[in-house]
């Protein structure tokens, strides 16, 4: 029988591999059953089909609908998490184009806390992504066996908070979240894995229950009241009755008395808390005079100057007895014997280059717990702000947060110069 993939080969039976392009008939039925043998064919066709681009090096994690290589680049030599979404009996496989889409979409992101893929493709038998390699647990290993203790899950869930949001604020959606897909490394900086790969719709309010779940498992039963309320407020059933968003649901987590107000994109600010007053300092404008009055001068200036030059040319065609005024001139003195004669030196014009308008610069900000941003004394939104443009120059800006100092710092943006903020912590005030 001709090869059913490439059409050129012949398979004298079911069992030999194809001697043009290296298909085995019947593999993909021992990966849809299933068992050890379905782990062993995986590998065989990722190596077949993935070997030229990537060196494998070891398996990472194995699960019914993926698995993740540990790899190497073939073009940089760089570490990379590959995964590699294989077709399972009870699910029709991913159609090629709205995985595509989705890779495309998802590798547009750019925030502290996702992991972003930078490569994708499809083969007859698989979809794959490539994203950085973070030698992390995950979330589902720490919490294995025993739970966290309250402010160490309020620090998980603001920063995935903070991914998703930042996400759901551009359309897109993490639609699976658990803790598998969360990962933490030694000093407590999380990254969430997948955001943005849902090839199928998915809303913000089922992130928003995705993540109620993931704390509830965090804690494990050590619930106060006023969480289990916010945590069933989070997962109701109808969508509309969750939170706004996933960062109104974290802030509610801390309490009555301390949650913050997130600001609103339309530009409501927050009205508890203290609120020192800060001094920037400006240079002290220039005063101006009037310009009516500037150019009334000039026009007296003229006119005074052509009525001299008149009266001057009257007197001297025997007209207005009037007499001009006298206008003294240097001596000329006639020079020595021998001197050339040097004439007058042209006059030169000197004019003042255009300014040169610089490119601008980009600053990406984020603050633990989340906070306000403000730059140059205008209100920006909620952190993480990523990418802000900016010209160049030195600005100042600004992190409020209800219950915690004021962060106040300066940055040098040069042209074309992205700086990164993003590790900032804000200090709580003691009660």
């Given at each position: ?34 068992g ?41 030599g ?10 399972r ?10 995985f ?8 547009g992101?750019?925030?502290p ?26 979330l ?6 025993r ?12 920063q ?21 897909d969360?990962?933490l ?8 894995l ?9 809303s ?9 779940l ?20 989070a ?17 509610a987590?801390t ?37 009516r009055f500037y ?17 001057g040319?009257?007197?001297?065609d ?6 001009a ?5 240097p ?33 990406s ?26 010209p ?40």
């Amino acid at each position: 029988m001709t090869c059913p993939r490439c059409s050129i080969g012949l398979l004298p039976d079911d069992t030999h591999r194809c001697p043009v392009c290296g298909l085995v008939p019947g593999s993909m039925a021992v990966v849809r059953a299933g068992g050890d043998a379905a782990v062993a064919a995986v590998d065989d066709i990722v190596a077949r089909e993935l070997g030229a681009q990537f060196r494998i090096e070891r398996a990472l994690k194995r699960g019914p609908a993926s698995h993740v290589f540990l790899v190497r680049d073939a073009e940089d030599g760089r570490a990379a998490a590959l995964k590699v979404i294989v077709p399972r009996r009870d699910m029709p496989p991913v159609p090629a184009a709205r995985f595509r889409d989705a890779a495309r979409s998802a590798a547009g992101l750019d925030h502290p806390h996702i992991v972003r893929p930078y490569r994708h493709g499809v083969t007859d038998a698989l979809r794959w992504y490539a994203m950085e390699y973070v030698p992390a647990r995950s979330l589902a290993e720490v919490i294995a066996g025993r739970p966290l203790d309250v402010s160490r899950t309020w620090h998980i869930a603001q920063q995935v908070a903070s991914a998703l949001d930042y996400a759901h604020r551009r359309g897109l959606a993490h639609g699976a979240l658990t803790p598998r897909d969360v990962l933490l490394d030694d000093g407590g900086w999380v990254r969430v894995l997948d955001v943005g790969m849902a090839p199928a719709p998915v809303s913000p309010a089922a992130d928003q229950y995705a993540l109620a779940l993931v704390v509830r498992e965090c804690l494990t039963g050590v619930v106060s009241p006023h969480v289990g309320e916010v945590l069933a407020r989070a997962m109701a059933p109808r969508p509309v009755d969750r939170f706004s968003g996933v960062l109104d649901f974290v802030a509610a987590l801390t309490g009555p008395e301390t949650a913050p107000r997130p600001l609103g994109f339309a530009g409501r600010a927050p009205e508890r808390g203290p609120r020192p007053r800060v001094l920037l300092i400006e240079p002290e404008p220039v005063p101006r005079r009037p310009r009516r009055f500037y150019r009334a001068g000039i026009a007296l200036a003229l006119a005074m100057a052509a009525g001299v030059l008149w009266l001057g040319w009257e007197k001297r065609d025997g007209g207005s007895a009037v007499p001009a005024p006298a206008i003294r001139t240097p001596p000329v003195t006639a020079p020595p014997p021998g001197d050339a004669v040097v004439a007058a030196p042209t006059p030169i014009r000197l004019t003042r280059p255009p300014a040169r308008s610089l490119a601008p610069g980009y600053l990406s900000v984020n603050a633990l717990p989340w906070a306000v941003l403000s730059v140059d004394g205008r209100l920006i939104g909620n952190t993480p702000q990523i990418k802000l443009r900016l010209p160049a120059g030195v600005h100042r800006f600004r992190l409020v947060r209800d219950g915690f100092r004021p962060y106040d710092a300066a940055v040098a943006l040069k042209s074309g110069e992205t700086v990164r903020l993003t590790s900032i912590t804000l200090d709580p005030i003691s009660q």
